[in-house]
């Protein structure tokens, strides 16, 4: 706030925070999971947040702990058109993993994508208004977040269901 005002600023002009973290630092990178063949076990979250922003590499070892958190089931993972997400080494490296199968959303369409509406949902609570001077305290923050949203049955069902997306169950091969 504007030193001297009592955390007030001066009639007419807009407050300011001020704080050293350089959000540009952080990204993070989310998956929610919808069991088709047994809704009953209820959707999982799969959240990473590294410093710095993703490129194919960082992307390529974030899927490598997705694979180990759903222990080796079989994924079919819904993403947008990040370019890191279909480069040509993603796609090579996608082409050796018989657990993943990828999807890809239309271009410009967030309303599609379910952790868009996690993104929001963690933004609108826990990240609103956050001026932190560490990293950690972010990463805290998101995690409390997840960890709040997790732990509603229906909060990531809401977030399929607002999509208009909808789950099928796999047809038994013959």
Known sequence: MT???GGRAPRGR???LRHRLNWKRASMAAAL???A???GRGPRLCFHLKPGSYDTTALI????Q???FYAGEPVVLVWDG???HWSRSMRAWVAEQDWLTLERLPAYAPELNPVELLWSALKARELTNLAVDHLADVADAAERGIHR?????QLPWSFLIHTGLTIHQPHPQN
């Open 3 to 5: 030193p001297g005002t």
């Open 14 to 16: 807009t407050p300011t």
């Open 33 to 35: 999971g919808y069991h």
């Open 37 to 39: 063949a047994d809704p």
């Open 61 to 64: 070892e974030m899927l490598e």
């Open 66 to 68: 997705v694979k180990v």
């Open 82 to 84: 990040l370019s890191a």
């Open 149 to 153: 949203i997790s732990q509603n049955d």
